[in-house]
């Protein structure tokens, strides 16, 4: 079943402007990961935080996870056009067999 | 990263057709694979866990004897929609995990599949 909830559902900015996408979830998880997924193409993953791990960064990727408001936060720093993509957050619930749920996703168009 | 292969990219067939996607892992072994079907605009629904050598674990929902999977092989598993309706077209979409304790998934590129 669809756990995760992503907010907003669509972003515009302009490059080098900073984009924050958000995403809740419902039951207890493992750890929780950020895919992109480019039109009409498979997803890439990007960045995964742990159940223990409250920031996590990558490059211009910086990731947040508040479990006490089964929340996390992707953002992306000094965005680029090459950043336009559809973001999605998924979820690996704890004592399940790892399989992984995925949030509703934000498109993110960076304007050149 | 690990490679995953799936074709077709895009198949257009008539309705009461069957079509084969095919999944590969190009550079690593696949015990476990995961399809997911996704329509336009939304998320990703996990259809089935595809097991090597095993029958594949469907989702809620999801009808084993329309959405046939074959995983025959430690890097090739198969989603056969048969007889497929309009109702069918969506973008389909296999993953896989290098390792069995891996926990990031990596991706086939997708098949687009129109049922006229």
């Known amino acids: 079943s669809q756990q995760g909830e992503e907010d907003p559902q669509a972003l515009s900015i302009q490059e080098g402007e900073n984009a924050t996408m958000n995403c809740s979830y419902k039951?207890?998880?493992?750890?929780l990961q950020w895919y992109r997924q480019n039109s009409g193409r498979g997803l890439v993953h990007l960045i995964l935080?742990?159940?223990?791990?409250r920031e996590k960064h990558s490059g211009r990727l910086r990731v947040t996870l508040d479990t006490s408001k089964k929340s996390s936060s992707l953002l992306i720093t000094a965005s680029r056009a090459a950043d336009t993509a559809s973001y999605f957050c998924?979820?690996?619930?704890?004592?399940?067999?790892?399989?992984?749920?995925f949030g509703s996703g934000t498109q993110l168009t960076v304007l050149p | 990263g690990a490679v995953v292969s799936q074709h077709p990219s895009r198949v257009i067939c008539k309705s009461g057709t069957s079509v084969k996607i095919e999944c590969r892992s190009l550079?690593?072994?696949?015990?476990?694979m995961f399809w997911y079907r996704q329509f336009p605009k939304q998320s990703l629904m996990l259809m089935a866990t595809?097991?090597?050598?095993?029958?594949?674990?469907?989702e809620q929902g999801v009808e084993k004897d329309k959405f046939l999977i074959n995983h025959a092989s430690l890097t090739l598993s198969t989603l056969t929609v048969t007889s497929a309706h309009p109702e069918d077209s969506s973008f389909y979409i296999c993953?896989?995990?290098?390792?069995?304790?891996?926990?990031?998934?990596?991706f086939g590129s997708g098949t687009q599949l129109s049922v006229l």
């Open positions: 993953s896989a995990r290098v390792g069995r304790m891996d926990e990031k998934l990596f």
């Open positions: 039951t207890s998880i493992n750890n």
């Open positions: 935080i742990r159940s223990n791990e």
């Open positions: 998924a979820t690996a619930r704890s004592g399940s067999a790892r399989q992984l749920t």
């Open positions: 550079d690593f072994q696949a015990t476990t």
């Open positions: 595809s097991n090597e050598g095993s029958k594949a674990t469907y």
